[in-house]
């Protein structure tokens, strides 16, 4: 993690601090004044219902080693100990990330998409770190705040920083990708996350696209080659070298299907490299083959990566399965959802054996179309093979509406606890259950209850 001394801070944020606290060191950066470890330096910000300079002086007390004070702050400034004053304590965060990073001096391999962020972060760790050290976003710390403390939690020998960025709006991937001045920008995919905000998916490729501002003028572009609204980004992109990633043979690296496996898939590289990832779901080999792609830029051979691979694991509620007590296997994929990630789910599931069983919960947030995009996801069902439907929330009736003429039973909950009753009821020895929804349905207490069950 950061550790310098005031004197270096001033030559890195525009700020003012007193001449006496120059040699005092910061070890770590805290926005929690709750939490004060010693040495850190403490960040407030204004929010809509609390103002964190209020703990400024309490944080010191605790242990800070200095903190940032916003100078037009209503609040009083603490009377002793180290106060950096800065015009906005969000902007020196940022400043102080940025020069950071520069300091350090990782590659930076830069991480955003609808879909599959976080699984590709993970396995470009996994690729990666048989050979360099290596560090990533922890948790969901991919915004205006999260990933400059994700930096700042850099350890100085660190070799390679993988960043996810998420936003929700136009201008926030900007933002994030100018403080990371990334050597690797990575497109997962454009689903339909943030429609609400963005009003289509054109508006999300146009947003996510904004993940090339900061990239090095000799840097890597990497997308989905097979997303037709990205083409149009992709050639006004004239500096850094580009790398499409799909299922079609235009692209650079082209993925296919070899064989499902209970616990994994088996898929080739332009047809010459096989790789087998202990990971579900057929659209896992697309994030699979950026992380390859990387790993060769970086020079690991086609054996450390697959080597890498055999050890892979993905952050939790991520088709992580489980067995219940009883025999059946129950996938929990309830971290988030989006429509073609569950259309992605229902392959997976699809090509698993046993008694299909699908729990679905709402979308959220997709605005105006979320009737006609959750009706999408029931209409997928169609000659997928899926035996049962069960859905729960408002905008997942939708998916039930419109698909339960494509299953044996569909059978549609307004209440999770009845949900999670009928669930426990009908799993059995010979049962494959696939659990998805958005982060705010909480639908991982569903398999919660069916591996508990007794």
């Known amino acids: 993690m950061i550790n310098i001394t005031l004197k270096q801070l001033a030559e890195w944020v525009d700020c003012e601090i007193e001449p006496q606290y120059l040699d005092v060191e910061i070890k770590g950066v805290t926005i929690d004044s709750r939490h004060i470890q010693k040495g850190q330096l403490f960040i407030p910000f204004k929010g809509e219902n609390v103002d964190g300079h209020q703990y400024s002086e309490q944080a010191l007390n605790d242990g800070a080693s200095a903190t940032f004070f916003q100078k037009n702050s209503t609040m009083t400034a603490p009377s002793t100990g180290p106060v950096i004053y800065v015009e906005d304590t969000l902007i020196a965060l940022q400043q102080l990330a940025k020069a950071y990073l520069q300091h350090v001096a990782p590659t930076v391999i830069a991480v955003t998409g609808s879909n599959g962020k976080t699984t590709t972060k993970d396995m470009l760790e996994n690729v990666l770190s048989g050979k360099f050290r290596v560090q990533k976003t922890q948790g969901n710390y991919n915004n205006e705040i999260g990933?400059?403390?994700?930096?700042?939690?850099?350890?100085?020998?660190?070799?390679?920083?993988?960043?996810?960025?998420?936003?929700?709006?136009?201008?926030?991937?900007?933002?994030?990708?100018?403080?990371?001045?990334?050597?690797?920008?990575?497109?997962?995919?454009?689903?339909?996350?943030?429609?609400?905000?963005?009003?289509?998916?054109?508006?999300?490729?146009?947003?996510?696209?904004?993940?090339?501002?900061?990239?090095?003028?000799?840097?890597?572009?990497?997308?989905?080659?097979?997303?037709?609204?990205?083409?149009?980004?992709?050639?006004?992109?004239?500096?850094?070298?580009?790398?499409?990633?799909?299922?079609?043979?235009?692209?650079?690296?082209?993925?296919?299907?070899?064989?499902?496996?209970?616990?994994?898939?088996t898929f080739t590289v332009n047809g010459d490299v096989?790789?087998?990832?202990?990971?579900?779901?057929?659209h896992n080999m697309r994030n699979a083959t950026i992380a390859i792609t990387v790993g060769r830029i970086m020079g690991l051979t086609d054996e450390q990566i697959q080597q890498q691979f055999t050890e892979l694991k993905l952050t939790g509620m991520r088709m992580q399965k489980f067995m219940t007590p009883n025999g059946a296997i129950v996938i929990n994929?309830?971290?988030?959802?989006?429509?073609?990630?569950?259309?992605?789910?229902?392959?997976?599931?699809?090509?698993?054996?046993?008694?299909?069983?699908?729990?679905?919960?709402?979308?959220?947030?997709?605005?105006?179309q979320s009737r006609q995009l959750h009706a999408s996801v029931g209409a997928y069902l169609e000659g997928k093979g899926i035996n049962q439907l069960y859905t729960y929330g408002e905008g997942a009736m939708d998916i039930h509406e419109k698909g339960k003429s494509f299953v044996q039973e569909a059978i549609h909950f307004d209440k999770k606890d009845k949900l999670i009753r009928y669930m426990t009821s009908i799993v059995g020895q010979h049962s494959v259950v696939l659990v998805k929804a958005s982060r705010g349905m909480h639908l991982e207490e569903v398999v919660e209850a069916l591996v508990q069950a007794e």
């Open 147 to 265: 990933m400059p403390l994700t930096i700042l939690e850099l350890k100085e020998d660190t070799e390679v920083s993988i960043l996810e960025m998420g936003m929700s709006g136009f201008h926030e991937i900007e933002l994030l990708s100018n403080i990371a001045q990334p050597d690797f920008a990575v497109i997962t995919n454009i689903g339909e996350s943030h429609m609400q905000d963005l009003g289509s998916r054109e508006g999300i490729a146009k947003a996510k696209f904004e993940i090339v501002t900061g990239l090095k003028a000799d840097g890597y572009f990497i997308y989905d080659g097979d997303e037709p609204l990205l083409q149009p980004h992709v050639e006004t992109l004239s500096t850094a070298h580009q790398v499409s990633v799909g299922l079609s043979p235009s692209n650079d690296m082209q993925c296919q299907m070899v064989t499902h496996h209970d616990d994994g898939i």
């Open 274 to 282: 096989t790789y087998r990832i202990p990971i579900l779901g057929e």
């Open 333 to 368: 994929d309830a971290y988030n959802a989006s429509p073609t990630s569950m259309k992605a789910a229902i392959d997976t599931l699809s090509h698993m054996k046993g008694d299909r069983i699908l729990v679905l919960g709402d979308v959220l947030e997709l605005g105006d």
